[in-house]
């Protein structure tokens, strides 16, 4: 039994460019992907399959929604744990991991009080 993709890379409006093509390292090999879309759609049309494991089963995770709704698609950018995929564009020379299980965020600073009004 072979399956179907979930998704599908729908036709460009104009003519692709040489330009329009960066490169993007997903674990640590080299992909290259049309510029102007989201990491997750880039990782997508490239065939990747699994962004990430759960951090109890460690069950194989993808995008789901693409509106960072769902949080399936968190992987490691540029050395930051945790990011949406789908909510962030490709740049050349983004690498990218993917995130096996938890993954501990970076200390936040807070400069103000408890909130905005300082409740």
């Known amino acids: 039994m072979t399956s179907k993709p979930l998704f599908r890379v729908l036709a460009p409006v104009a003519p692709a460019m040489a ?5 993007i390292w997903f674990n640590d090999q080299p992909l290259n992907v049309p ?3 989201s990491v ?16 109890v089963s460690g069950a194989p995770r993808a995008p789901y929604c693409m509106m960072g709704a769902c949080f399936e698609c968190l992987v490691e950018i ?6 949406q995929s ?11 991991h993917s995130q096996e299980g938890a993954s501990d965020l970076p200390p936040m600073s807070y400069t103000t009080k408890e909130s905005v009004h300082g409740r």
């Open 78 to 83: 540029d050395g930051v744990p945790s990011r």
């Open 86 to 96: 789908c909510l962030v564009s490709v740049r050349d020379g983004m690498r990218i």
């Open 19 to 23: 330009d329009d093509i960066v490169q």
């Open 35 to 37: 510029s102007g879309r």
């Open 40 to 55: 997750a759609a880039a990782l997508l049309a490239a065939g990747v399959q699994r962004f990430r494991a759960t951090p």
